[in-house]
């Protein structure tokens, strides 16, 4: 069994560069590797293409990237509750391409499985088309929509063993999945890192041979980006 195991983000992160493509898993402030991403704002690398659903909040998750302008183009799904995102977005200093959120979540999954790109109806019609190959199938018009292409994808996980293989919690079972294996390089932070043969075989989402380098992180904030309660009776 290859051992992925390597002792910490920064042994991780080994081979990043300015202008290089990532991809970063999680939803909201759900399941985003937290530990790579405040390693890259350290590194302060400089004109990266960033593939997430959106890009946290503003002093969260791609929030920090952006602060710091290390970010050149978001690849994303969601505006959400960054402000920052929107008016770099808004003035022009960003690059934004919108993408509707399952075409957004197939490209992933196309590189992951090695297709070049898929077939798919949503955005046929809009902007979102144009400029696009489009075919019809059985009466019905679709949009070719090409596989991303990454250098690095960083995801977390729950758990996970020295072999890779890796098991989600949770709505951190987003865009997690579809990402591993989808990159040149697949790096999986985990909440607890276990020897090869003690997870459950039954319960492994992800299997090692989809990730290249996989650690414990650690000061895990998990926050809330909409917090809602009920009022008190």
Known sequence: MINKKVA????????????????????????????????????????????????????????????????????????????????????????????????????????????PAVYT???????????????????KMYVLEHAFKADFAFVKAWKGDEAGNLIFKGTARNFNPNMCGAAKITVAEVEELVPVGELDPNQIHIPGIFVQRIFQGEKYEKRIEQRTVRQRS
């Open 8 to 115: 910490n983000v920064t042994d991780a992160l080994e081979g990043v560069k300015d202008n290089m493509t990532f991809m970063f898993g999680g939803f909201g402030l759900s399941g985003i590797p937290e530990n790579a991403i405040a390693k890259l704002v350290k590194l302060n690398i400089k004109g990266l293409t960033c593939i997430s659903n959106n890009a946290g909040v503003d002093d969260f998750g791609l929030g920090l990237l952006l602060q710091q302008k290390q970010i050149k183009k978001m690849i994303s799904s969601y505006v959400g509750e960054n402000d920052e995102f929107e008016r770099q977005m808004l003035s022009g200093e960003l690059d934004v391409e919108l993408i509707p959120q399952g075409t957004l979540a197939e490209r992933c999954r196309a590189a992951q499985a090695g297709f």
């Open 121 to 139: 109806p949503a955005g046929f019609g809009t902007e979102v088309a144009e400029g696009k190959e489009t075919r019809e199938f059985d009466g």
